[in-house]
């Protein structure tokens, strides 16, 4: 019993009287200025979320992203598989049939024609990305954007998918 | 050249304290905020332009536009007119402090002070006493239970520290002998400029600032508002600026205490070599030096405030009547008679 501790971090509460210099209270107040100064001075921790940008893992499980094919044509078909795998109901889409002339813009007859993630409702978990056959929707390492309304966070075709002459890499998240 | 030379200068002069004294309040509150971030590792408001500059206009834009609100049962008008009692009485003080030598305009001498009056500690003491009433009629008026005791216990700590204060200056005048702070720092002009109080009154100083702490409110003596126990304190029922005037009046008194300290205690516009100065350079450029010595040495005070306030807890209520009436009005009294001890041996 008597030395008998799980944490190793027992201490032992004494109601001993205070010394004199105890008493006094102001060395204890001075040696407590001292650690907040010490502070004070020291690097601060903190990211900026949306400036600064920490180190991230390769699996990292980030903003998504609507792939292109080699040609620059969309991926997906809006076969509506990630609105089914998504378990908090972040995304909704709408189909079109692809017209004579579009051939050069999506990779088959169907394609998405409205394609829209709730960032606020999205929880990251990759769902979308498995579910996919057809390599269209892939999470990646960048960070959803600091905005203002709750509008703001409902991320349509615009944002999602990845400019032809600027492609997004995901080759990272393969190796995994 | 005559009363109406003086009317106009004095305006002038007033007016300059005046919004200095609100933009150096205002900027405590984003200094409180930084200082307080600093010593958690965090980086604090930096959003309101660089480095969050402009945050104190936010702040006070915000405040300016919630609701006024005023509860059902309160006593209206002096619901209305305490915070500005509060703010008044911690403006009031900072009309004796002489902020720097006088400056030479057209071969008139104009005394960087708004009054000179003789018995400025006399004044200092009467003016800060009457600081509790904005306290207290605030909480009082609001008609909530929470909002009261947070007067009682702000009224009853101001009372308590005023004793000791008025004993720590009693040292001091026996030293100095005289009340006026002009002299006053004008004494401590010797040495090139080095003869500070501090070297003569140094428990008179510790005593000093601890009561500075409780006057205003601050950590570790702020009972009165203290956020666990008592939700806001006297200020509780207030919003708007009215909750902003009572914000702002404790950086007001944190600033206006900061000024006192340096110029009873650590020589006012006296700095080091100021004498020296005085033989090369013309008058007007070492007085304003002399008041830059003097902002220096305030700010200074403020963030010794700021720091003690996010180092250590706040007293439990009797801990704070103990030290007031047990420790430090007999420390003060010991100071008395071994200052007085000291002056006559001196002198003989």
Not at chain 1, 30 to 49: A, D, P, Q, R, S
Not at chain 2, 22 to 44: C, H, P
Request: with cysteine; hydrophobic share 45%.
């Amino acid at each position: 019993m008597a030395e008998y501790s799980l944490s190793n971090r027992k201490v032992l509460v004494s109601n001993k009287e205070m010394t004199f210099k105890e008493r006094l209270y102001l060395p204890a107040i001075l040696t407590g200025m001292g650690v907040t100064l010490n502070h004070f001075f020291k690097k601060k921790v903190t990211y900026i979320y949306g400036e600064d940008k920490r180190e991230f893992s390769p699996v990292y499980r980030g903003l998504h992203v609507l792939k292109r094919d080699e040609e620059g044509r969309e991926n997906c078909t809006a076969c509506g598989l990630c609105a089914v795998a998504c378990p908090a109901e972040a995304i909704t889409m709408v189909a079109a049939e692809r017209l004579p002339g579009e051939e050069h813009l999506y990779r088959e007859e169907k394609y998405a024609a409205t394609y829209e993630i709730n960032m606020l409702r999205c929880i990251f978990c990759g769902m979308c990305e498995s579910a996919c056959p057809k390599q269209a929707v892939y999470l990646t390492d960048r960070l959803v954007d600091v905005d203002i309304t709750r509008q703001d966070f409902i991320y349509g075709k615009d944002k999602l998918v990845e400019k032809v002459d600027e492609r997004i890499d995901i080759t990272n998240r393969q190796h995994y | 050249m005559g009363i109406g030379a003086l009317l106009i200068e004095k305006t002038i002069l007033v007016t300059i304290i005046f919004a200095i004294t609100l933009a150096i309040a205002a900027y405590s509150t984003y200094g409180e905020r930084k200082v307080a971030a600093f010593m958690q590792d965090r980086i604090g408001p930096n959003r309101a332009g660089p480095y969050g500059i402009m945050q104190p206009m936010a702040d006070g834009l915000k405040m300016l536009m919630k609701e006024d609100f005023v509860p059902e049962q309160a006593n209206k008008f002096l619901f209305h007119i305490a915070p500005g009692l509060s703010m008044l009485t911690a403006l009031m003080v900072s009309a004796v402090i002489p902020w720097g030598k006088s400056i030479i305009i057209n071969g008139r001498e104009i005394a960087l002070q708004a009054t000179d009056i003789n018995i400025g500690i006399l004044y200092i003491l009467s003016v800060v006493s009457l600081g509790v009433y904005g306290v207290m009629i605030g909480g009082w008026a609001s008609n909530n239970k929470f909002a009261l005791m947070g007067a009682l216990r702000a009224s009853s700590q101001m009372i308590s520290y005023e004793l000791p204060m008025g004993l720590s200056l009693i040292a001091l005048l026996m030293v100095t002998g005289t009340m006026s702070f002009n002299e006053i720092v004008s004494q401590q002009n010797g040495w090139n400029g080095m003869q500070w109080n501090i070297i003569y009154q140094p428990i008179g100083f510790v005593i000093f600032l601890i009561c500075a702490f409780a006057e205003a409110n601050r950590t570790p003596f702020d009972l009165p508002e203290c956020e666990a126990e008592l939700v806001g304190g006297y200020h509780t029922e207030y919003s708007s600026m009215k909750l902003g005037f009572f914000l702002f009046s404790e950086y007001t008194h944190m600033f206006v205490s900061s000024a006192i300290i340096s110029t009873l205690y650590f020589g006012g516009y006296n700095f080091p070599g100021i004498n020296s100065l005085y033989e090369i350079l013309p008058h007007n450029v070492v007085a304003l030096m002399g008041v830059g010595a003097l902002m220096i040495k305030t700010l200074f005070f403020i963030f010794l405030f700021m720091w003690v306030r996010w180092t250590i807890p706040r007293f439990r209520y009797d801990q704070l009547m103990n030290l007031g009436w047990k420790r430090l009005v007999p420390l003060a009294i010991v100071n008395i008679i071994l200052t007085a001890g000291i002056v006559l041996l001196v002198n003989k």
